[in-house]
């Protein structure tokens, strides 16, 4: 923490299912104060199925948030703070998807929204996929459809794919991965 800027005091104002809402009293150097919003989140893992034919599983899902269904990667937060963000993968890849992979390999991480909250998202690319069954919450409607890496960029250039993660991960992959003609 900078020596400029001090937490005074953390109030708790709201404690949900999947997040945290807390009040920070601010401090500053020149003896200013402030009242900042915090919101704590344990984690998430996010995973990039490819499928031997080179084209990525992707899931469409109804968001809340937005009042409507959208086109993502498969992810789901962590069951514990502590959760290794792989071990989370692995279960969300076969939950979502049907699939389940043992070879993930780390792709990225993400911080979603640094300026309130404190939620990372760690995404990996699993390959070999292996024919499972979806294991889908209660409550959870996803329906999982294969695209090219080329569809999907021209998704995230229209504003079809909107979600930050999905987003970040498949044009991470392309740049990383994606050979022209694979």
């Not at 945290?20 to 919003?37: A, C, Q």
């Not at 599983?57 to 809340?64: D, E, I, S």
């Not at 979603?112 to 499972?132: G, Q, Y």
């Amino acid at each position: 923490m900078s020596g400029e800027i001090r937490r005074v005091k953390r109030e708790l104002a709201y404690h949900g299912t999947v997040i945290d809402v807390y009040k920070d009293y601010m401090e500053f150097e020149n003896g200013g104060t402030e009242e900042w919003d915090y919101i704590h989140h344990n984690g998430a893992a996010a995973v990039v199925p490819v499928l031997d034919d080179g084209r990525l599983l992707m899931v469409t899902q109804y968001r809340n948030a937005l009042d409507r269904l959208t086109l993502e990667i498969p992810a789901g937060k962590l069951d514990y703070p502590e959760e290794p963000g792989i071990a989370c993968a692995k279960r969300e890849l076969e939950e979502e998807t049907g699939y389940r992979s043992e070879q993930l390999e780390w792709l990225l991480t993400l911080r979603t929204t640094v300026a309130l909250c404190n939620e990372r998202i760690e995404i990996f690319v699993a390959r070999n996929l292996i024919p499972s069954k979806q294991k889908l919450d209660e409550g959870e409607y996803v329906t999982v459809k294969a695209y090219t890496v080329e569809e999907l960029k021209q998704k995230i250039y229209t504003g079809e794919i909107e979600d930050s993660k999905t987003v970040s991960a498949i044009l991470a992959y392309a740049d990383k991965f994606f050979t022209f003609g694979a």
